[in-house]
């Protein structure tokens, strides 16, 4: 977060700035789960059964409380593993419905809205968004070609599995060298810099 940048590490400005983005991201959610339940619910009582995105999602209070932990997982995993939220997420958008075209485009429209980036990044998120678009558009082709979306889980799921292999392989190899050289491996003072 910028705010952090400047503070010191553990001082009631760095905790107010963590602890502020709790309600925040509670009010957030909130604001939005309402809205999707209330249009949802206009939807359903009118008769209205068309489809969101080509997806046919009837969002209820269970479900939108099932979305939230999972969001919760999902970016408690990506935060402590290094790995992204994905994991989680992506087969949470097929499972409650979301079909995996839309799931893909929703992907690209959040890397899209990414702002005030780092010169020294812009180089990695180039290459990202060209191999996104590059990649959707050869899948679209695909799924045309052979007139299946399965393809998309297929790839998803292949992709999920070979990030959760590295993942465990370099985690390992790192371990083995750590013992090797006799490392501290375990937790460090929060507060030390």
């Not at 059964?49 to 997982?73: H, K, N, Y």
């Not at 994991?87 to 809205?113: A, M, T, W, Y």
């Not at 005030?116 to 799924?143: E, N, T």
Request: glycine share 10%; charged share 15%.
């Amino acid at each position: 977060m910028g705010l952090q940048n400047g503070s010191e590490t553990c001082s009631i400005f760095y905790w107010a700035i963590n602890i502020l983005q709790i309600p925040i991201a509670a009010s957030v959610f909130t604001w939005e789960a309402v809205k999707l339940w209330r249009e949802s619910r206009a939807r359903r009582t009118c008769g209205n059964m068309e489809r969101v995105c080509e997806a046919s999602i009837d969002w209820t209070a269970p479900q939108l409380l099932f979305c939230a932990l999972c969001g919760l997982l999902g970016g408690t995993v990506g935060g402590l593993l290094g790995s992204g939220g994905g994991f989680i997420l992506g087969p949470l958008l097929l499972e409650i419905g979301v079909i995996p075209q839309v799931r893909c485009k929703c992907h690209s429209n959040i890397c899209d809205d990414v702002l005030l980036i780092p010169l020294s990044a812009l180089y990695l998120i180039s290459v990202s968004v060209m191999a996104g678009f590059w990649g959707q558009y050869f899948v679209r082709k695909l799924v045309k070609f052979l007139k299946r979306a399965s393809i998309i889980v297929f790839i998803l799921s292949s992709v999920i599995f070979a990030s959760a292999l590295t993942m465990g392989v370099v985690g390992t190899e790192k371990t083995i060298s750590m013992i090797e050289h006799r490392e501290y491996m375990g937790f460090l003072n929060f507060c030390e810099n």
